[in-house]
DNA sequence: ATTGTACACGAACAAGTGTTCGGTGTCAAG
DNA sequence: CTTGACACCGAACACTTGTTCGTGTACAAT
């Protein structure tokens, strides 16, 4: 589009009184305020003025109703960093909570049961509330399972605890994983490290317990340990 | 101060909408707009109420003027902390959490070390948020430590894990506690039972572990466990 | 010289908006 | 039963505020 006509030095003026009106006032000016600061004496030269003004796409006015005057993002822009809504700024003072499904529990003697929907979020869900502080990388595939029974005790995890996971089917040196043995029928969660291309080592996070060695062919991997959590009170 | 009377339902519901009406149309709106949309037919109810807020701190008038009315910052602190009289909007999608100071570290060898200011919030201090759901009770005087070391294994916690305490110096049966016992130089996570007058019963968490008996004049309980966070990835 | 556009202005008016008045009803306290 | 405080209400009014009208000036284009 062709080149704008400069602002005329009173539309600047005009803009700036708004500007700053706002920021003291938590309110827009009206006609008769804009022009008692911008020597402006007539009430139609005001209005003339904010038309022009909205013409050129830097204000919004609502008609017929007092104070209707509110900036647009372009004009935000021009003022070089828009002034946060008051929603946006309630929302940085938040941190989002990574809101985890509980979709069921983690037992020994079996595969872990997840919903076949990929378990989105039901109304009926249970919601396993996480500071995202507490978690790292993708927080969006991660589920919850509550622990039936003490046979995860070598991964210093008892019964009732809670696991959050990201479903994974492979894993990293190092990484903590649920897996299920087919050939022993058991769910086990141990650090997972790949020892030859036919063998996988899985170490118990208890330092103090040895690893098992098992064919790589009899593991699944069914997710990822993020954390744990545990309530004793 | 005499404790004030709560808000009426109908003084929350006029915040809640200049709230809402403020973030949508970048001004406040009108008497006349608060009556239409809280059935107050009458604007001298309004203003009425409006002159109620206003005394309570909560909202500031400029008289004479259209749309005159601006939040106090008592009142915007109220709607940044997500209570009982903000909008639901707002209200959902703050859940407030519990802010935990992470103030040092929890090892065997010594008992636990917390600062003489009893853990007041410092700007230097790691927070650890946690949902207020994970938690009963008092959460006003909690306090996060650091594993350091696997000597907390049969507690089934391990090194690197937070431990998320409440000052305590009592202990009821099966409450899980930090205690300091003397004559071991000993700190160790365990259930708690009287057994006699004179004996301490202190149970592992790992069921597979026996308890241990100790004369109750060794044992100084430093706190109660209320949670165990892991962070496996 | 004429025309069109931009800009300017005072005044009047219509509508928007806040304040005040006189009244009613409920409830607790005396 | 009376009184006072609180909450509520319709109506009237005063004032604020935005819109419209008629007019004037400056300047560029024709």
Redesign the pocket.
Known sequence: MAKE?PL????QNILRFIWEYVQENAR????????GNV??????????????LKKRGLLE?????????RFTEQAMEMFGGAVETVSEAVSDAVDSLVRIPLVGTIAAGRPIDLPETGYALHDDDEIVDVSPAMLRGDTNSLFALTVKGDSMIDAMVNDGDIVIMREQKTAENGEMVAVWLKEDDTTTLKHFYHETPKTVRLQPANPRMDPIYVDAANVEIQGKVMMVMRQTA
Request: net charge positive; proline share 6%.
């Open positions: 006509k005329s030095g009173r539309q827009p000016p009206t006609i008769r305020e804009i022009g020597n402006i004496s007539s009430t139609s030269v005001v209005n003339y003025n904010l038309n022009a006015r609502d008609a017929d109703v007092s104070r209707g005057l």
